[in-house]
């Protein structure tokens, strides 16, 4: 954590780290969303420990049986435990699997849906930085299977009472017999624990090795198939990247298991040890007694089966504690991130409506990225006016996605403010705020679901047809589309259907800036949107650029300084402040940095370049 913990932060730290804390968390969630649960627990472990009790009495039985030589009493007493062992067999596989069921259903209908939830809505700052992105990679790891997190809880709970109940059971026939037998019984328990617990905590310490190493091994997984990347690998025959970084990556984990599976081998072999050791003291402890005629065959055949089953109910509570403490700790990181903090916004306050684009002033903004001991921007004060249409240039690096980050409520100003017709934006609720926005983000990408979709960003209910249609129009994508065997509903990518089309670059970046034409909100901001269009298209933009922003205040980057030119005012941006501001005729003529970036430029246009596009 950075900083000093406070006390509320070390409170919450040590609920979602307490093992009993979650257990009881994660089986209220299932008893809420299944109620008959909470009757079928009970009966699968009243069960699952009457079956080995009664599996012991029928040698026993038997061998009574035929020691009196009576068969009628013989077969009256194994119909009914029989019977009874059907029964309880029956419930016990109908309840186990039922319940086994229902945790699934709670792992994805609710953990997993709410940590995907959570992953989409969470502050932007929450989830950009590696640091950010490497917790989301661990915490999602809690919910992606059966064998981890919130469904290992519910499962080994119930299996580590049911253990704790059969070793009560089982030990207190035990305790009858001879103190030796459980004295040595307990010693063997005791051991377990401490061995098993070593290992586990040599686990939970070394965890985030295993969890950098899959994250990497994902995204290796997903770089081979991206198709973007393909033509480049094979070209310059970057396959061997992959290669390389695969056997770092599985001599990484190779080294953990072996580490980790060493040190597993230690419990088993003191487990083994004791185990021989019980053997030895109860054959020699029962049979002494049945030579004595202290108990007879029968009843040593049922005090053998006893204490066996109750050396399985000690592995049994041991193999349990430990599944429930590594899955506590996938738990706690599942839960890290479920109570990451969100900015407070004022969620009463009411966004007016706008007839015209709204102005927007930056007051003395400063922004430092979180970790970074330097400010990205540095006291950035500037107005735009209703319906003005300005540009942000300047050199990579010098805060202009950053700027506009700020702008679109993904991240606050460290200090200053941002304002809206001279109301701070911080008053109104994120979401709300944000439909003020029509964005064109350069480094965005399209969603595998379908066209109409990615462009009206609705549900297909909600989809207003017309609207798509003609965005698509404005852009230059109808023909093609309206072509298409499912036209507007045909996919995006095959990830989700057979059907889906690939897109090219400039063909998604157009899809891009017609969401942002259906949207037709009053602030348009167009970040970078000709650099993967052919020269024809990006004229083409650029000649529609007063169309698209007609009524609306704009915001327009670009790395081509010729391209702003259809802009009412260029503000420079350089080393996170605004260096200059004014007209293009107006910054070249203070011959500065605008002019020599802008000369440097010309070079790769046509001669009279500079002259033409001075006003």
Not at 11 to 36: D, G, H, Q, T, W
Not at 422 to 439: A, F, M, P, R
Request: proline share 3%; net charge neutral.
């Amino acid at each position: 954590m950075d900083g000093e913990e406070t006390k509320e932060q070390k409170k919450k730290r040590k609920a979602r780290e307490s093992l009993l804390n979650n257990i009881v968390l994660v089986n209220k969630v299932l008893f809420k969303n299944y109620p008959e649960t909470m009757f079928l627990t009970p009966v699968y472990m009243i069960c699952r420990v009457a079956l080995p009790l009664l599996t012991a009495f029928i040698p026993s039985v038997a061998i009574a049986a035929i020691t009196k030589g009576d068969m009628k009493q013989f077969l009256l007493h194994m119909s009914g435990i029989l019977l009874v062992e059907f029964v309880a067999y029956v419930l016990e596989n109908y309840s186990n699997l039922t319940l086994k069921n229902r945790r699934v259903y709670t792992r994805l209908k609710v953990f997993f849906l709410d940590y995907v939830r959570k992953s989409l809505v969470t502050d932007y700052g929450n989830l950009e930085p590696a640091k950010g992105q490497a917790r989301f990679s661990k915490g999602a790891k809690a919910v992606v299977g059966n064998a981890w997190g919130p469904e290992q809880l519910m499962n080994e709970s119930v299996e580590f009472v049911l253990h704790l109940v059969g070793l009560f059971t089982f030990g207190t026939v035990v305790f009858t017999l001879d103190y030796r037998i459980l004295l040595i019984l307990l010693f063997m328990f005791a051991l377990d624990m401490v061995l098993r617990g070593q290992v586990i905590k040599y686990d939970n310490n070394h965890r985030i090795i295993m969890s950098e190493v899959h994250r990497k091994q994902e995204y290796l997984e997903r770089g081979s198939l991206t198709l973007a990347a393909g033509k480049d690998v094979r070209v310059y025959g970057m396959e061997h990247w992959f290669h390389q970084i695969s056997e770092k990556l599985l001599s990484e984990a190779a080294d953990y298991l072996k580490k980790s599976g060493l040190r597993w081998y230690i419990p088993t072999f003191g487990n083994h040890i004791c185990v021989a050791a019980q053997e030895i003291v109860t054959y020699f402890v029962l049979i002494g007694m049945a030579v004595s005629g202290e108990i007879t065959v029968a009843e040593l055949t049922l005090q053998l089966g006893i204490v066996r089953g109750f050396t399985q109910w000690i592995y049994g509570v041991s193999v349990s504690y430990g599944a429930l403490k590594k899955a506590n700790g996938e738990m706690k990181d599942y839960r890290e991130v479920m109570e990451l903090p969100e900015r407070s916004r004022g969620e009463g306050a009411i966004l007016p409506g706008f007839t015209r684009g709204p102005e927007i002033e930056f007051r003395d903004v400063c922004f430092r990225y979180p970790g970074e001991d330097t400010d990205t921007l540095s006291h950035i004060s500037f107005t735009v006016k209703p319906e003005e249409k300005i540009a942000l240039v300047g050199n990579n690096g010098a805060g202009k996605t950053t700027l506009v980050k700020l702008l679109c409520g993904l991240y606050e100003p460290t200090s200053g403010g941002i304002y809206i017709n001279g109301e701070d934006i911080s008053k109104y609720h994120t979401t709300e705020y944000q439909k003020l926005l029509s964005v064109v983000f350069q480094d965005a990408s399209l969603l595998s679901f379908t066209i109409e979709m990615n462009v009206s960003g609705q549900l297909p209910d909600k989809v207003d047809k017309e609207k798509v249609k003609k965005a698509l129009q404005e852009v230059g994508l109808w023909e093609k589309i309206e072509k298409l065997p499912q036209g507007t509903e045909t996919y995006i990518t095959q990830d989700l259907d057979e059907g889906g089309v690939q897109f090219s670059g400039g063909e998604t970046q157009k899809l891009l800036v017609a969401r942002a034409m259906y949207r037709n909100a009053p602030i348009l901001i167009l970040d970078e949107p000709t650099s993967a269009l052919d020269p024809i298209a990006e004229s083409k933009l650029y000649e529609e650029y007063n169309y698209m922003t007609a009524g609306k205040t704009s915001v327009f980057i670009s790395h081509r300084l010729a391209s702003t030119k259809f802009c009412d005012r260029i503000l420079l941006l350089n080393d996170g402040r605004i260096a200059e501001e004014g007209s293009h005729k107006e910054l070249m003529e203070e011959n500065g940095l605008y002019r020599q970036l802008f000369e440097i430029q010309s070079h790769y246009y046509k001669e009279g370049t500079v002259e033409t596009y001075e006003k």
